[in-house]
């Protein structure tokens, strides 16, 4: 049931993530190429629910008792008819959202695409004023990628902390991405490949976190100064009110073993990338 409402996508959601591409895009002077919205009418779903209706308010299940109702109490009972059509309203916007998931999903993947273009313009222009926004961004598309499949094949969701200092730069800042995106509202969420994550406490991912951000900082990377504080969740998430810490061990966790660290060599050998020494 939690993997169904996951993989659910509202109109809300991608109307948002767009309006967040194109204030970026608008910086990049790349506004002319925004991928077209989907247009979309719900009609099939307007037909069937009125339908529905007109058949089941007509019956008499429901028409009968209604007469019986008006008779007794007059225009007081049209509040009956009123709520039904109220549901009625309910469940054709419910069943559109079911049945366009297929075009929002279309949607969202061609605006994360080019939210990567934008991204990449941005940060080879060197526009730092933007940087909690691309941050922001890059965050929202790692989450998508993850709960919609936009991205092909295995990938590890937290490389070995034996090799954070060995990653390409692609990988590190992949994996920023990636830690903002767990501790913010990607935490608690399932996935195959990160639920042992979720077993910790969130100060653990914190510290794996830090691993990462010192390792950027120590290749000269710009790192946002707030990730470095334990309660702080991303602009979209509420931090935590209350921080309960814990002792450092190493590995932080104890599914990093020897296996997991080859696991890790061998796909990013699959990626065409070795590592010296490896």
Known sequence: MNQLFRSFLSKKTVSRFREIVEFLAEKAELTEEVPAKVERNPVVPTVVVLALAIIFYRSSFTWVPFQTLLEQFGWFS???????????????????????????????????????QVVARLKEEGRTELEEDIEDVEVLMADYK????????????LWHEDLIAKLPRPQLLGQHRECCALRGNGWG???ATVDYVFTYPPYVLYQYHMLIMDEMERRGYNVTPLWKEASYRGKVCPPY????????????????????????VENLAQKGIALGGE
């Open 78 to 116: 049209i509040g009956i008819p009123a709520l039904f059509m109220g549901l009625c309203v309910f469940l054709v916007l419910f069943l559109d959202q079911l049945w366009i998931q297929k075009d929002l999903k279309r949607e969202l993947k061609n605006l994360v695409t080019f939210a990567e």
């Open 241 to 264: 009110t209350e921080v309960v810490t814990c002792a450092w061990k190493s590995p932080l966790y104890k599914e990093h073993d020897d296996a997991y660290y080859k696991e890790c």
């Open 189 to 191: 969420k399932k996935h």
């Open 146 to 157: 993850d709960r919609f499949g936009f991205l092909g094949g295995r990938r590890m969701r």
